[in-house]
């Protein structure tokens, strides 16, 4: 059966639709590009592996980056821990100072993200 011909408009209309449904199917290797949502924060690579830095946190901080509005990399939640240790800080004190940077740095993205949505006259 041959091909029938197609209009540029419906081309463009299969081609948006392929693009929707592709975006729907896993990445290849397994990683999410698109999963951080509007943001004005930068993402990093890391050449670590990640499951097992996470895996060689305390449990307390684990548990904290379960509950995380943010999606932190286990190094730079340890750096602000390890910080807030030798400081002499106890746990709980370590769990607010993170969750106070949390609050900044969302405060901060959500700054970036208002400005860039409103006109400038």
Known sequence: MPCARVSRAQHRCVARLCRSVSSLAPCPGGRMKRNLGQTSLRRRRRPVDP???????????????????????????????????????????????????????????????????????
Not at 65 to 80: D, E, H, R, T, Y
Not at 83 to 99: H, I, N, P, V, Y
């Open 51 to 121: 499951m097992h830095a996470y895996d060689s946190l305390p449990t307390p901080l684990r548990q904290w980056l379960s509950q995380a509005a943010l999606p932190w990399s286990p190094a730079s939640a340890g750096k602000i821990w390890t910080r807030a240790q030798a400081k002499g800080l106890s746990a709980d004190d370590a769990l607010a100072l993170l969750s106070r940077s949390e609050a900044q740095t969302l405060a901060r993205d959500k700054r970036a993200i208002h400005q860039s949505n409103y006109p400038t006259e």
